[in-house]
Structure formats: structure tokens, C-alpha cells
T-cell receptor, first 113, second 111 residues
Framework: GAGVSQSPSNKVTEKGKDVELRCDPI?????LYWYRQSLGQGLEFLIY????????KSGLPSDRFSAERTGGSVSTLTIQRTQQEDSAVYLC???????????FGSGTRLTVV | KQEVTQIPAALSVPEGENLVLNCSFT??????LQWFRQDPGKGLTSLLL?????REQTSGRLNASLDKSSGRSTLYIAASQPGDSATYLC??????????FGTGTRLKVLA
């Protein structure tokens, strides 16, 4: 596609429920990144994919967080048993090699009530 | 571990002023550095990408410079406009698969 697409754009969920956030990267981009931005905070790295594998999962906050990428394209970030502190904007970015930088999606705003 | 500092944290100026936003980073072994803009409640828009071999990049009223050896980059905005109001983020890339972001400079340009 023309840009990085994330869905849903907004999600309100009850504490304890599971949620799935989706990212469609730019076609042909081999690298995909998930970041989180809590209210008034900077961007927090969560996970990086190169193709379908995740060489760096160091930013995932707990074992309630998981992510996968299939076909070298779409990625899903899953949060199980959501907590109020999971409320944030979840941003996805894709890239094609270190020379070209990132392109970000518009994000998913997650609110846990 | 890369650490990124952006100064000032917030800036409010009248329309038409020329601005300089500063970014410093601790690990100078970077491949490139990207400047982004973030509007409230939105994702990030890439403004300029400077490779480590370059000293500056220009796009319209924006000019970004890079002094890799001293761990500094500046974003210069000429003739600021109210539409420039946003948070500006710098992000150096050290080859550890990810960009590390500063906390940003929140800019408000008054009409």
C-alpha cells in the first residue's frame, strides 16, 4: 500500500480482556517495528521484525504482550489480560534497510477501562 | 546505550520567527538520524533523514544539520507558521535495529 496502515484506530476495552492490534506495512518493507507512546511520554520500543522473525523483543513489557508477523507483511500485536497501564497509543513503522529510515502508521489508541 | 536529549522541551514563538531545535545523542556511531513531526493524537511524519556521511539536509523551510562526532543535530525552521505547531522528535539510528527517540520539543507558533 501507499503507507503504513494500522487498525483499529481506536480501541476501548475492559480490564482483563485480550486485544489484537494490526499493522499493514508498506509493500516490500522487510523491517517492521512496534512502539508504544503513553500519554505525555516519549516513544518506547517494543519489538522489531526482520521478515517474519523477531531478532529483538527486548522492549515487550511483560509476557502478556506478544507479536507475530506472517508472510513478511502483516503484523499483529496481542495484549492479553489488559491492564489500565496498557492504555497508550501503539505505533507501527516499517522500513527497507537502514539507509531509508522509517515510515510510521497513524497508530492505535488503546484505552483500558 | 543510546540516550537522546532534545532542547528546549517546549517553545512558544510568534509567527514568522526563525527557530532552532536541538538534539544531542550519546553514541556517535550512528548510520543516520531522522527528524519527525507529531501532531496531537497522531502518528509520526518523517521530515528529514540525514545519513552519517552528510552534514545537512533541506526540505522547503526546514534544514537539518548533523555533527556526528559531537553527537548533535539541529533542526532549523525558517519563517515559522501556525501550521508548524507540533512536537518535533529526533531519532538517531545506531544499527541496533531500532531508532531511539528523544522526548521531543513541543512547538507552538502563535498567529
Amino acid at each position: 500500500g501507499a503507507g503504513v496502515s494500522q487498525s483499529p484506530s481506536n480501541k476501548v476495552t475492559e480490564k482483563g480482556k485480550d486485544v489484537e492490534l494490526r499493522c499493514d506495512p508498506i509493500s516490500g518493507h522487510t523491517a517492521l517495528y512496534w512502539y508504544r507512546q503513553s500519554l505525555g511520554q516519549g516513544l518506547e520500543f517494543l519489538i522489531y521484525f526482520q521478515g517474519n522473525s523477531a531478532p529483538d523483543k527486548s522492549g515487550l513489557p511483560s509476557d502478556r504482550f506478544s507479536a507475530e508477523r506472517t508472510g513478511g507483511s502483516v503484523s499483529t500485536l496481542t495484549i492479553q489480560r489488559t491492564q489500565q497501564e496498557d492504555s497508550a497509543v501503539y505505533l507501527c513503522a516499517s522500513g527497507q534497510g537502514q539507509v531509508y529510515g522509517y515510515t510510521f502508521g497513524s497508530g492505535t489508541r488503546l484505552t483500558v477501562v | 546505550k543510546q540516550e537522546v536529549t532534545q532542547i528546549p522541551a517546549a517553545l512558544s514563538v510568534p509567527e514568522g520567527e526563525n527557530l532552532v531545535l536541538n538534539c544531542s545523542f550519546t553514541d556517535s556511531a550512528i548510520y543516520n538520524l531522522q527528524w519527525f513531526r507529531q501532531d496531537p493524537g497522531k502518528g509520526l511524519t518523517s521530515l528529514l533523514l540525514i545519513q552519517s556521511s552528510q552534514r545537512e539536509q533541506t526540505s522547503g523551510r526546514l534544514n537539518a544539520s548533523l555533527d556526528k562526532s559531537s553527537g548533535r543535530s539541529t533542526l532549523y525552521i525558517a519563517a515559522s507558521q501556525p501550521g508548524d505547531s507540533a512536537t518535533y522528535l529526533c531519532a538517531p539510528y545506531s544499527g541496533t535495529y531500532k531508532y531511539i527517540f528523544g522526548t521531543g520539543t513541543r512547538l507552538k507558533v502563535l498567529a
